[in-house]
């Protein structure tokens, strides 16, 4: 018999000083099997982070055609491919050549290094990806916020994200790889 995911709500309110952009998100997370709640947090603090009326959560680990989220324009281009982990060369390139930006967030204690040093110049020609570390400090606070009914706030300045709720607010640490 076949696992079934586990679903948690959160209510997303968003203050993006940096884009302009206030707005409350209803969403529906799907915890699949063999995710963690710290992963499943990482793309709910990805969705704050690029919060748009049309960004939404793909079917993620149950797809290997597919990011953890994307945002497709009302003409049906994509403009958004966000993803979590530590991605190949080939699916980058597809990813570039699909999206008009393209975001990684990887997390982990030292695999994201190696990930990193192992495709050394080969990420310097896609010019619409961006590549984040999301620290292991990071990851662990966000896993903590994990609730099957989540009430959450991001506020975004000057590049910086916090996330929280009543009881707590983690100020998310990230580092460029490119």
């Known amino acids: 018999m076949a696992l079934t995911a586990t679903i948690y709500k959160a209510e997303l309110t968003v203050s993006d000083m940096d884009r302009d952009y206030y707005a409350t998100h209803n969403l529906t997370v799907a915890l699949h099997p063999s995710e963690t ?44 491919w966000i993803e979590l982990g530590m991605p190949d060369e080939k699916r980058l390139r ?42 292991p400090e990071t990851e662990a ?8 009914q989540m009430r959450l706030n991001a506020m975004i300045q000057d590049g910086q994200l916090w996330l929280g709720d009543d009881a707590d607010n983690v100020a998310v640490a990230l580092e460029s790889q490119l």
């Open 37 to 80: 709640e710290a992963r499943m947090m990482l793309r709910v603090m990805a969705f704050a982070r690029h919060a748009h009326e049309d960004l939404s959560f793909t079917r993620g680990l149950s797809s290997t055609d597919e990011p953890d989220l994307w945002r497709h324009h009302p003409n049906g281009t994509l403009e958004e």
């Open 94 to 135: 597809k990813a570039c050549g699909l999206a008009g930006s393209v975001v990684v967030y990887t997390y982990g204690r030292q695999a994201p290094l190696a990930w990193r040093e192992a495709l050394g110049r080969k990420l310097d020609r896609f010019d619409n990806l961006t590549v984040l570390r999301v620290m």
């Open 141 to 148: 606070a966000l896993a903590s916020l994990a609730h099957r």
